[in-house]
Every structure is written in structure tokens, then in C-alpha cells.
């Protein structure tokens, strides 16, 4: 199973976020990657930064036969088109696509990957991100992170909600 986490809190080419994300989706539905699930878009408080607009987010289900150095940088092709520009950690954007799972696959921070992007897998803050586990609990009930083996329903009831970048709101499609 390949999860994709989104997120937006900036107009850009695309529109407003929630505009962006919606238009992030229908990207992620073009070949060579077809979307087999999305959840609903919710409105989550800034993770980080704090004094910034608040984040419309959302997770998708794909499938694609790239490998995942291939889809990391299909999606940056789309934050690209969607007027990503890559300034601070945390900060404002237009759009944010993470690859959250790929497969189950666990790849380490360091390990040669041949190319000048580094992929972490599954993504590292998984666990500490309400508004990526309420998505997957959504698309992927029973989905297993690859290295502890918890749902994401397991994770948040772990999860202390007070550490910033929870759900504030549901979003409409």
C-alpha cells in the first residue's frame, strides 16, 4: 500500500489550499500513479512554525509501478506545477506531498540512495501527526505502520494531541 500525505496553507498557481489539494488529488490520478483512495480534507492547526495560516490536509491511497525514488520525484514535479518552493522547514506552502508508506518498505536516513533527494521509510513523524493518522484510520483502516505494527487508530489513542498540528475542522470535498 503507497500513502500519501497533502497539505496546503498558501494560494498559489493552483488556487487556495483547499483548491491546491483538490487539484493535488486529480494529479496523483494521472499516469503513471492511479489514486485508489482519498480521505476527506480536514483543516489542521500549523505543525512547527505556529504563526502561520492553518494547513487543509488530506491522505491518499495510490498505486504506481515506479519505485520510490521514482515517486518522490513525480511528486515534486507536481508541488512544482503547483508552485512549491522549498524555503524553510515547516513554513508556508503551496502544496506538501509526503510519501508516508511505500509498501511497507523501511529505508534509513543515510543509506545510498543514488540521487540527491533523501527518502525516509515509512515517514519518521508518522506517529506524532494527528492530522496524517485520523486520514489513514479513514482510507486504510487496516493498515500496519512497517516497523512498529500499529494501526493508525493504535497510534492515536497513543498520541498527545496538545503537541500542535491537530484536526480543527472536516473539510469538504
Not at 520510490?68 to 506531498?97: M, P, Y
Request: with cysteine; glycine share 10%.
Amino acid at each position: 500500500m503507497i500513502l500519501i500525505g497533502l497539505g496546503s496553507n498558501m494560494t498559489g498557481p493552483w488556487g487556495k489550499p483547499r483548491d491546491c489539494v483538490g487539484r493535488a488529488l486529480a494529479a496523483l490520478d494521472e499516469k503513471p500513479l492511479k489514486l485508489s483512495a482519498a480521505s476527506a480534507l480536514i483543516e489542521t492547526a500549523p505543525f512547527g512554525r505556529q504563526d502561520q495560516p492553518s494547513y487543509i490536509n488530506a491522505v491518499a491511497r495510490i498505486e504506481t509501478r515506479l519505485r520510490a525514488l521514482e515517486l518522490l520525484q513525480a511528486l515534486r514535479v507536481i508541488e512544482r506545477s503547483a508552485g512549491r518552493e522549498r524555503r524553510e522547514r515547516w513554513g508556508e506552502r503551496t502544496l506538501d506531498l509526503d510519501i508516508l508508506d511505500y509498501n511497507g518498505v523501511v529505508l534509513e536516513a543515510g543509506v545510498e540512495q543514488s540521487t540527491d533527494a533523501e527518502l525516509v521509510l515509512p515517514h519518521p513523524a508518522i506517529a506524532e501527526r494527528e492530522f496524517v493518522l485520523v486520514p489513514i484510520a479513514e482510507i486504510a483502516p487496516r493498515w500496519k505502520h512497517p516497523v512498529t505494527g500499529l494501526t493508525a487508530r493504535a497510534m492515536l489513542a497513543a498520541l498527545d494531541t496538545n503537541q500542535g498540528g491537530h484536526v480543527i475542522g472536516g473539510g469538504r470535498s
